[in-house]
């Protein structure tokens, strides 16, 4: 693939359960059994309890757009994209997250809605790096 | 002069994180997280016992967000190893000040593994992980996060949100250090027909981008009859922080920052917010006073749009916006951080023109009769916050 020019994430020992787990195409969140509650992003603890026993579960990948905007000046690696939805969604299980939207047409205030359900598609930006990206369902 | 606070503040919490050596497998953060569970179980208080964060090696929005604490009482002072010492003198004075009853100060450092080290500069960071890689670009793609969720929960509209600009530019076409002080009154459709950088945000939606200082001289009441101006007293004042990236904030319609920082500044002046005849609310993009407005109790939460909407006309056929000149709520009188000058941290320029307004030293955009100001701004994108009620009484 063509030499991808975004910003990269680097995990840590904390994040990275998250990150193997985008690379898998799967969508792992923290969570606290004593709470019954998942959290985002990863810490190695629970912020409701502070529980340091915490465990990873799959996500279902679905959610809602909670707000966005339309970038039309991106940064490196972005400026061919423009313009694009930078969104965070709030997942079925609680927490909430900063992604893109990946659309078939150019976004708009008209088709991109606050509320709109989304479900997690996985973009393999590197041979190392896989994003979690969502689309409108 | 001032109490002896000599034995009045005592450390009831103490300890080190589990192992200190060789720690690939803990973050920055998580060090200081860590070291923050020790000493709170030490002291046998929980995380919603605290409500002073003092930290270095990790800004207090880091450490408020990876803890989810909304404190109000923050200290970031970082100037090398010694910080720690001087987080115990702030966290004495804040004690006895009352502005902190219990005070956490935390250290974290990977400084053998280098992990996430480098705070912000790290590609290990929580916003290098979990932000740029979605194509933030700076201030305009983030403080702009927000504002659609506040469009769609109350039907606030982006011509509703030009009225800022508009009514702002009012104030900078009659301060002469404004930078737009020569480029002529906007109108909102002018807003709106201006080049989009973000939507919702269009250019004249955004805060300019300049060079420039400001600097203020505070001493005790007893020795402020002796300078050469009219004092300006601090009546009461507040601050708090509630996260750090803006994606992780609680509820994109509301600052709980603002709301902590604010109420606290109001608690301690003694006043309610119709006791301001003066508002200064950092304008650092046209919705950002629109949250103030609500948060700090000028308007019903979701009700700015329409009230801002509803402007009056003068003799002349003139609008007269509500936040502008003539109108009811003046606020952002120097031209703002929209059409005055804004430079990275417009905190300041929100401080100095309450100083010149309260001083009677305004010139053409002075205010007749006023006494007494609010400068309130946030910290990154509604992260942290910090008011100040002020009085020229």
């Given at each position: 693939?063509?030499?991808?020019?975004?910003a990269?994430?680097?995990?840590?020992?904390?994040?990275?359960?998250?990150?193997e787990?985008?690379?898998?195409?799967?969508?792992?969140?923290?969570?606290?059994?004593?709470?019954?509650?998942?959290?985002?992003?990863?810490?190695?603890?629970?912020?409701?309890?502070?529980?340091?026993?915490?465990?990873?579960?799959?996500?279902?990948?679905?959610?809602?757009?909670?707000?966005?905007?339309?970038?039309?000046?991106?940064?490196?690696?972005f400026?061919?994209?423009?313009?694009?939805?930078?969104?965070?969604?709030?997942?079925?299980?609680g927490?909430?997250m900063?992604?893109?939207?990946?659309?078939?047409?150019?976004?708009?205030?008209?088709?991109?809605?606050?509320?709109?359900?989304?479900?997690?598609?996985?973009?393999?930006?590197?041979?190392e790096?896989?994003?979690?990206?969502?689309?409108?369902? | 002069?001032?109490?002896?606070?000599?034995?009045?503040?005592?450390?009831?919490?103490?300890?080190?994180?589990?192992?200190?050596?060789?720690?690939?497998?803990?973050?920055?953060?998580?060090?200081?997280?860590?070291?923050?569970?020790?000493?709170?179980?030490?002291?046998g208080?929980?995380?919603?016992?605290?409500?002073?964060?003092?930290?270095?090696?990790?800004?207090?929005n880091?450490?408020?967000?990876?803890?989810?604490?909304?404190?109000?009482?923050?200290?970031?002072?970082?100037?090398?190893?010694?910080?720690?010492?001087?987080?115990?003198?702030?966290?004495?004075?804040?004690?006895?000040?009352?502005?902190?009853?219990?005070?956490?100060i935390?250290?974290?450092?990977?400084?053998?593994?280098?992990?996430?080290?480098?705070?912000?500069?790290?590609?290990?960071?929580?916003?290098?992980?979990?932000?740029?890689?979605?194509?933030?670009?700076?201030?305009?793609?983030?403080?702009?996060?927000?504002?659609?969720?506040?469009?769609?929960?109350?039907?606030?509209?982006?011509?509703?949100?030009?009225?800022?600009?508009?009514?702002?530019?009012e104030?900078?076409?009659?301060?002469?250090?404004?930078?737009?002080?020569?480029?002529?009154?906007?109108?909102?459709?002018?807003?709106?027909?201006?080049?989009?950088?973000?939507?919702?945000?269009?250019?004249?939606?955004?805060?300019?981008?300049?060079?420039?200082g400001?600097?203020?001289?505070?001493?005790s009441?007893?020795r402020?009859?002796?300078?050469?101006?009219?004092?300006?007293?601090?009546?009461?004042?507040?601050?708090?922080?509630?996260?750090?990236?803006?994606?992780?904030?609680?509820?994109?319609?509301?600052?709980?920052?603002?709301?902590m920082?604010?109420?606290?500044?109001?608690?301690?002046?003694?006043?309610?917010?119709?006791?301001?005849?003066?508002?200064?609310?950092?304008?650092?993009?046209?919705?950002?006073?629109?949250?103030?407005?609500?948060?700090?109790?000028?308007?019903?939460?979701?009700?700015?749009?329409?009230?801002?909407?509803?402007?009056?006309?003068?003799?002349?056929?003139?609008?007269?916006?509500?936040?502008?000149?003539?109108?009811?709520?003046?606020?952002?009188?120097?031209?703002?951080?929209?059409?005055?000058?804004?430079?990275?941290?417009?905190?300041?320029?929100?401080?100095?023109?309450?100083?010149?307004?309260?001083?009677?030293?305004?010139?053409?955009?002075?205010?007749?009769?006023?006494?007494?100001?609010?400068?309130?701004?946030?910290?990154?994108?509604?992260?942290?916050?910090?008011?100040?009620?002020?009085?020229?009484?």
């Amino acid at each position: 693939m063509a030499d991808y020019e975004g910003a990269l994430p680097q995990a840590t020992h904390e994040t990275e359960p998250f990150w193997e787990g985008a690379k898998a195409h799967k969508l792992m969140l923290p969570y606290c059994a004593a709470c019954d509650a998942y959290d985002f992003y990863p810490r190695p603890f629970c912020r409701k309890c502070f529980s340091w026993d915490i465990e990873w579960k799959e996500a279902s990948g679905k959610g809602k757009i909670a707000t966005y905007v339309i970038n039309h000046r991106g940064p490196r690696g972005f400026e061919d994209k423009a313009p694009y939805v930078i969104a965070v969604v709030e997942l079925e299980e609680g927490p909430s997250m900063m992604t893109n939207l990946v659309m078939d047409e150019e976004p708009t205030p008209e088709n991109v809605s606050v509320m709109a359900d989304v479900e997690v598609v996985f973009t393999d930006v590197t041979d190392e790096v896989t994003l979690p990206h969502f689309r409108l369902v | 002069m001032a109490n002896d606070l000599r034995h009045k503040v005592a450390i009831v919490g103490a300890a080190e994180t589990d192992i200190l050596g060789t720690q690939p497998d803990m973050s920055r953060l998580g060090l200081h997280a860590q070291a923050a569970k020790n000493a709170l179980d030490d002291a046998g208080l929980q995380l919603s016992d605290v409500d002073g964060i003092l930290t270095a090696g990790a800004s207090p929005n880091e450490i408020s967000e990876y803890l989810g604490i909304v404190p109000r009482y923050i200290d970031g002072t970082s100037v090398g190893g010694c910080s720690f010492m001087i987080h115990v003198r702030h966290a004495v004075a804040a004690i006895s000040a009352g502005y902190c009853d219990v005070a956490l100060i935390t250290h974290g450092e990977s400084g053998r593994s280098r992990v996430d080290s480098g705070f912000g500069g790290s590609r290990q960071s929580s916003n290098a992980q979990f932000e740029a890689p979605y194509g933030t670009f700076g201030a305009p793609s983030t403080f702009s996060i927000p504002v659609m969720r506040h469009f769609h929960d109350y039907g606030t509209t982006k011509y509703q949100m030009a009225h800022i600009p508009a009514a702002t530019r009012e104030w900078a076409l009659l301060n002469p250090m404004a930078i737009m002080q020569q480029a002529g009154a906007i109108t909102p459709q002018d807003v709106l027909d201006s080049r989009m950088i973000c939507y919702p945000f269009n250019l004249f939606d955004c805060c300019l981008v300049a060079d420039g200082g400001g600097a203020l001289v505070l001493v005790s009441e007893d020795r402020a009859k002796d300078f050469p101006n009219n004092p300006v007293y601090v009546l009461g004042t507040g601050e708090s922080t509630a996260h750090s990236n803006v994606s992780q904030m609680r509820d994109f319609t509301t600052s709980d920052s603002t709301t902590m920082s604010s109420n606290e500044a109001f608690r301690l002046a003694g006043l309610g917010p119709q006791d301001i005849d003066h508002l200064m609310f950092y304008d650092a993009f046209s919705f950002t006073p629109m949250m103030f407005l609500e948060d700090l109790g000028y308007v019903k939460k979701g009700e700015v749009g329409p009230w801002l909407e509803d402007t009056k006309t003068d003799a002349d056929g003139k609008t007269i916006y509500k936040t502008g000149p003539g109108g009811e709520l003046p606020m952002n009188t120097n031209g703002g951080g929209l059409s005055y000058c804004h430079t990275g941290m417009y905190g300041m320029f929100a401080l100095l023109e309450s100083v010149f307004q309260l001083r009677g030293t305004a010139g053409e955009r002075q205010l007749d009769g006023i006494h007494t100001s609010i400068a309130h701004g946030p910290g990154g994108m509604f992260a942290a916050a910090g008011t100040v009620i002020m009085s020229n009484e």
